[in-house]
């Protein structure tokens, strides 16, 4: 149990200690502040401490923000602060220098602390002040129109707690258990309801990441429904796929009620979302075919545009979220129109989210065919596709940025460039403003069409392959800083994933889609996983594992070499294919899985709705 120490004793007939209890804190008293250094060296050095003054009054739910989020090293309201173990240190430091002489810290439980204020000031916001001067972030959370304070006197207590009686805390809390920014069918068809199931959830003690197995399992039954091409196995399918899409709402909605974050539940949001879309996408692929239609090169194209469109976004944000002089006037018109409210919902709309992009697949898949599904699907994502790219074009051409180093570096580590690439890229290395995304892309289209339009068993799709090599590696030789730089990992997506796609749908091979498929699964995992790394603060995955994956131009190669061998030898291609996906597969999800149940893996949780 967290250990709760106030800074001074207990005010009679205050509900302070009951509170911190709820909030599972193991609550104790400093008699003086002198007595604070001892009790925090109690407590074992990994785990929290939490310091609160005995005279705090606000909501319940301002303490659980202040105290119980574990994504921050310190975080703090008036009157309490919570510190993790990192920050442990600093805070010792703090409490020293504030009430005098401290004893050691040692190893001990979570901690929170309150005690009478020393000098001006509350000591606890005096100690959050003090840690902040020593370098330690301490995160404030938006208390909105929750109540944290620290009366000075009978009459400010008492409209203190007036305050408190006038807002609702539980409101509150099932409000801001909503993302903030989500698409127009998740903010108005979904959450209005899934917010009191995340409720419900955390009322019979679920996690978070219960919640989420549950939404991948309901997506993989639904896909199983599809996978029997029969009219009742699409109306299931469509069901039980808007339910795994209200489930995948709510576990997110349950991690922030409950502030039950962790970066096991940040790897599982993470790829699972991209899971079961692709699952889904083959199980109509699989029930198409039971009615004799074959559509898996319209599902593989689905997961290909899908994958580009998120690379796009991620490269892009990359690029620019810490950019200087960052403005631009296309970015200020987006400004203005995210300022009107129709305009704001229509914008989210066309871009089709998760949410609106889901609620279309099953709606279709109850009432269309596969294929009609996966058409809807291609236009409306490729439409979505061309007005964002083409607005972040505009927005890169007409602002003056200048980009980082790091950014640079997110961008090199995006592009997924193997060992040939860092050979080649010595011999050929280049600059100038336009070069990278130039080069990526006329490397793309020379091994694409030379996918489309070549014989396979001739030596022009590996020349395409080779050529493409080559101006892929001359594109990386220099730092990414340039304005449409950003481009060039969404160009080696397209050229890699496209490829697969030509060769395996040109050989006409029984079983060469189904087995591209899972190798363009495979392969974008690995992208999604370095995509969340980097959004982690944690850099892309080692440089040991790109180079056995091989980087996009040696798969691509690979590929291409395969298909002029074997796509005249029957299911030879099919075994290739499939083979190689599995080597890839395992390679990257037991390292992924690896680092992502590691102490040291960073806790993404996404406040907006993807693409």
Request: aromatic share 8%; proline share 5%.
């Given at each position: 149990m967290s250990t709760?120490?106030?800074?001074?004793l207990?005010?009679?007939?205050s509900?302070l200690?009951?509170?911190?209890?709820?909030?599972?804190f193991d609550v104790?008293?400093?008699?003086?502040?002198?007595?604070?250094p001892?009790?925090?060296?109690?407590?074992?050095?990994?785990?929290?401490?939490a310091?609160?003054d005995?005279s705090?009054?606000g909501?319940?739910?301002?303490l659980?923000l202040?105290l119980t989020d574990?994504?921050?090293?310190?975080?703090?309201?008036t009157?309490?602060?919570?510190?993790q173990?990192?920050a442990?240190?600093?805070?010792t430091?703090a409490l020293?220098?504030?009430?005098?002489?401290?004893?050691?810290?040692?190893?001990?439980?979570?901690?929170?602390?309150n005690?009478?204020a020393?000098?001006?000031g509350?000591?606890?916001?005096?100690?959050?002040?003090?840690?902040?001067?020593g370098?330690?972030?301490?995160?404030r959370?938006?208390?909105?129109?929750?109540?944290?304070?620290v009366?000075?006197?009978p009459e400010?207590?008492?409209?203190?707690r007036?305050?408190v009686?006038?807002?609702?805390?539980?409101?509150v809390?099932?409000?801001?258990?909503?993302?903030?920014?989500?698409g127009?069918?998740t903010t108005?068809?979904i959450?209005?309801?899934?917010r009191?199931?995340?409720?419900?959830c955390?009322?019979?003690?679920?996690t978070?990441?219960?919640v989420?197995?549950?939404?991948l399992l309901t997506?993989?039954?639904?896909?199983?429904?599809a996978?029997?091409g029969t009219?009742?196995?699409?109306v299931?399918?469509g069901v039980?796929?808007?339910f795994s899409?209200?489930?995948?709402?709510?576990?997110?909605q349950?991690a922030r009620?409950?502030?039950q974050?962790?970066?096991?539940?940040?790897?599982?949001?993470a790829?699972?979302?991209?899971?079961?879309?692709?699952?889904y996408y083959?199980?109509?692929a699989?029930?198409?075919?039971?009615?004799?239609d074959?559509?898996?090169?319209?599902?593989?194209g689905a997961?290909v545009?899908?994958?580009?469109?998120?690379v796009?976004?991620?490269?892009?944000?990359?690029?620019?979220?810490?950019?200087t002089?960052?403005?631009?006037?296309t970015?200020a018109?987006?400004?203005k129109?995210?300022?009107v409210?129709?305009?704001?919902?229509?914008?989210?709309?066309?871009v089709?989210?998760?949410?609106?992009?889901?609620a279309m697949?099953a709606?279709l898949t109850?009432v269309?065919t596969p294929?009609?599904?996966?058409?809807?699907?291609?236009i409306?994502?490729a439409?979505?596709?061309?007005y964002t790219?083409?607005?972040?074009?505009?927005?890169?051409?007409?602002?003056?940025?200048t980009?980082?180093?790091?950014?640079a570096?997110?961008?090199?580590?995006?592009?997924?460039?193997?060992?040939?690439?860092?050979?080649l890229?010595?011999?050929?290395?280049?600059r100038?403003?336009w070069?990278?995304?130039?080069?990526?892309?006329?490397?793309?289209?020379?091994v694409?069409?030379?996918a489309l339009?070549?014989d396979?068993?001739?030596?022009y799709?590996?020349?395409?392959?080779a050529?493409?090599?080559?101006f892929?590696?001359?594109?990386?030789?220099?730092?990414?800083?340039?304005?449409?730089?950003?481009?060039v990992p969404?160009?080696?997506?397209?050229?890699?994933?496209?490829t697969?796609l030509?060769?395996?749908?040109?050989?006409?091979?029984?079983?060469?889609?189904p087995?591209?498929?899972g190798?363009?699964?495979?392969?974008a995992?690995?992208h999604y996983?370095?995509?969340?790394?980097?959004?982690?603060?944690?850099?892309?995955?080692?440089?040991?594992l790109v180079?056995?994956?091989g980087?996009?131009?040696?798969?691509?190669?690979v590929?291409?070499?395969l298909?002029?061998?074997l796509?005249?030898?029957?299911?030879?291609?099919?075994?290739?294919?499939t083979?190689l996906?599995?080597?890839?597969?395992?390679l990257?999800?037991?390292?992924?899985?690896?680092?992502?149940?590691?102490?040291?893996?960073?806790?993404?949780?996404?406040?907006g709705?993807?693409?």
């Open positions: 709760a120490i106030l800074t001074g207990p005010v009679p007939g509900q200690g009951p509170e911190l209890r709820s909030l599972g104790r008293s400093a008699q003086r502040p002198e007595d604070l001892g009790l925090l060296a109690e407590v074992p050095s990994g785990e929290r401490v310091l609160v005995p705090f009054v909501h319940t739910h301002a659980r202040a574990p994504r921050f090293p310190a975080a703090a309201v009157g309490a602060l919570a510190v173990a990192e442990r240190p600093a805070l430091r020293a220098d504030l009430t005098g002489p401290a004893a050691p810290a040692a190893a001990g439980a979570s901690v929170a602390v005690a009478p020393t000098g001006a509350v000591l606890t916001d005096r100690v959050a002040s003090a840690l902040e001067d370098g330690v972030a301490v995160h959370p938006e208390l909105g129109s929750l109540v944290a304070t009366p000075a006197g400010a207590g008492f409209a203190a007036k305050a009686d006038a807002v609702d805390d539980e409101a809390r099932l409000r801001t258990a909503v993302k903030s920014r989500d127009f069918f108005f068809c959450s209005p309801y899934s009191y199931l995340a409720r419900w955390a009322r019979r003690g679920l978070p990441n219960q989420t197995t549950a939404s997506a993989l039954i639904a896909a199983g429904c996978a029997t009219r009742g196995g699409f299931a399918a039980l796929l808007l899409f209200v489930l995948d709402c709510t576990d997110g349950l009620y409950s502030l974050y962790s970066t096991l539940g940040a790897w599982l949001d790829t699972f979302d991209r899971a079961k879309e692709y699952a083959a199980g109509l699989l029930g198409a075919a039971r009615g004799g074959d559509v898996w090169a319209l599902a593989l997961m545009l899908q994958t580009c469109r998120h796009v976004d991620f490269s892009f944000n990359e690029a620019n979220h810490d950019a002089a960052n403005t631009s006037p970015a018109l987006s400004g129109l995210d300022s409210g129709w305009t704001v919902w229509v914008r989210r709309m066309i089709l989210p998760i949410g609106e992009r889901w697949i709606v109850a269309t294929r009609t599904v996966f058409y809807v699907l291609l409306g994502c439409f979505a596709a061309t790219t083409a607005g972040r074009v505009l927005r890169s051409l007409t602002r003056r940025a980009r980082t180093d790091r950014a570096r997110a961008l090199a580590d995006l592009a997924d460039s193997g060992p040939l690439a860092e050979l890229a010595k011999a050929a290395r280049v100038g403003a070069t990278a995304p130039v080069l990526a892309l006329l490397g793309a289209a020379a694409v069409a030379a339009t070549q396979l068993d001739g030596p799709v590996i020349v395409g392959a050529v493409y090599a080559l892929a590696s001359a594109a990386v030789s220099a730092p990414l800083k340039g304005a449409l730089d950003w481009l969404p160009f080696f997506r397209a050229a890699e994933y496209g697969v030509a060769l395996a749908a040109r050989s006409e091979v029984d079983g060469a889609l087995a591209a498929f190798l363009v699964a495979a392969v995992y690995h996983d370095t995509v969340y790394r980097i959004k982690g603060g944690s850099g892309a995955p080692p440089r040991w180079r056995l994956a980087g996009h131009e040696g798969r691509t190669l590929v291409a070499v298909a002029a061998a796509a005249d030898r029957g299911t030879d291609f099919t075994l290739a294919l083979a996906a599995v080597a890839i597969a395992l990257v999800v037991v390292e992924s899985i690896r680092f992502w149940v590691s102490s040291g893996a960073p806790a993404v949780h996404d406040e709705e993807p693409a």
